[in-house]
């Protein structure tokens, strides 16, 4: 059989609200045209994040009931730590609220001003973080991501030559650590190669410089190196993402992501030293070490969460699924960053809208029309997320895990060719109000 299925059934649905584009023209009016803005009962398929917004399986669920919330040593602290060492070798396993939560902690202890904290591509709230504390979060992605069109098998990896040129020219002192974020989500969700992992880490190692994974889907980059990379076809998804994580010193995680959970994140390290400063941050803010800001239940989603994402069905599924969406609009005429990536596509709307300049925000122009259209809410990644760091002007649709099926996808292909048939009568935004960081989440736009 060719068919590659939903590798699971659906015990438990929840409703989807049908509204009108007029209705839909009234709400962007009141969300001030972000829609992060929206109420979400005013959205029909939510492709917004495939952040806390998976659907938990049975297994999770139940081991939820075995959650132990117990203030100190909790027995459910006790099952993640076991996973999460199994997985990643790490020793020190601090939970957190979520992912930023991990990167403040971790920033806030190894970075200050004139530090320099190279990444294949942060994202917005690890430089965000970074920049907090006066350091500079400097992006080194690979030449070959720059063409959206091209079709590499790994473009989401680092230039390692200009790590060594960064290095160089600043001075290993100045780099508290170097990171790699898999997958690349801000450079189109595209996977970085083990043999790329193994030459970062080694640079890393000969400098003696730090080298952390941001792991958020780590799971889905472990497949893609079992599809596409020579030597992995015999391996499985967690022999992968062990030797991985067996290349780093420590790893930032959101559960959010890879870990089908709602809430929650990970800082690890094999270092005690450090494990302790962060312990003694992470009481002031999130919670006993043993709990991070968690409820004992979601550590144990967590902890089952991780084992589930590994199974090869999902993943096959997942990785299918996702290039599915993109194969079928991509093969219509709408630019995609190629290949397409593992939890999300990315519309090149930049390609797509020529006739909308980039500081008039053609893929928020995208964002609003295929919401207006369709009530279909994707996120702008380009200059409204990231100013002038801004590589490209994306939209992305991100795909939640195991939540929708294959006629909300088909419902979502037919959405975007149709605006695509009328793109030129698309016009450009400008900002009216916006906060110090990270803007994208609150500013207010008005249509040009
Ligand atoms: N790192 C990466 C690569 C991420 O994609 C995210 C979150 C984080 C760190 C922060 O994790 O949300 O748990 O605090 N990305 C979400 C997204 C929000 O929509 O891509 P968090």
Known sequence: MQTIIEPFRIKSVEPLRRTTPEERAKYLEQAGYNLFLLRADDILIDLLTDSGTSAMSTGQWAAMMRGDESYAG????????????????????????????????????????????????????TRANIEFTGAEARDLPLASSADTQSTGPFKGGMDVEALERLIEECGPERIPLIMLTVTNNSGGGQPVSMANIEAVSGVARRHGIRFYLDACRFAENAWFIREREEGYADWTPKQI??????????????????????????????????????????????????????????????????????????????????????????????????????????????????????????????????????????????????????????????????????????YVVEAILEVNERKNELRGYEITQQPEFLRHFSCRFRPL
């Open 241 to 410: 993402a062990q030797k991985m994580f067996s290349l780093a010193d420590g790893c930032t995680f959101s559960a959010k992501k890879d870990a089908f959970a709602n809430i929650g994140g990970l800082l690890c390290t094999n270092d005690p030293a450090l494990a302790q400063q962060e312990k003694d941050l992470l009481i002031l803010t999130e919670g006993f070490p043993t709990y991070g800001g968690l409820a004992g239940r979601d550590l144990d989603a967590i902890a089952v969460g991780l084992q589930e994402i590994l199974e090869p069905d999902y993943l096959e599924y997942r990785i299918a699924s996702t290039g599915y969406l993109g194969r079928h609009i991509a093969d219509h005429g709408v630019p995609i960053v190629e290949p397409p990536g593992g939890h999300a596509i990315y519309i090149d709307a930049g390609r797509m809208l020529p006739h909308i300049p980039t500081g008039e925000f053609p893929a928020q122009s995208l964002a609003v029309e295929l919401y207006r259209h369709a009530g279909i809410r994707g996120v702008e990644i380009g200059s409204v997320m990231f100013g002038e760091h801004a590589r490209y002007e994306l939209l992305r649709l991100a795909i939640p895990r195991r939540v929708y099926t294959q006629s909300h996808i088909d």
């Open 74 to 125: 909790s027995a459910s602290y006790f099952r993640l730590k076991t996973t999460v060492e199994d997985l990643t070798g790490f020793q020190h396993v601090i939970p957190t609220h979520q992912g930023r939560a991990a990167e403040r902690i971790l920033f806030s202890v190894l970075c200050k001003p004139g530090h320099v904290v190279p990444n294949n591509t942060h994202f917005d709230t």
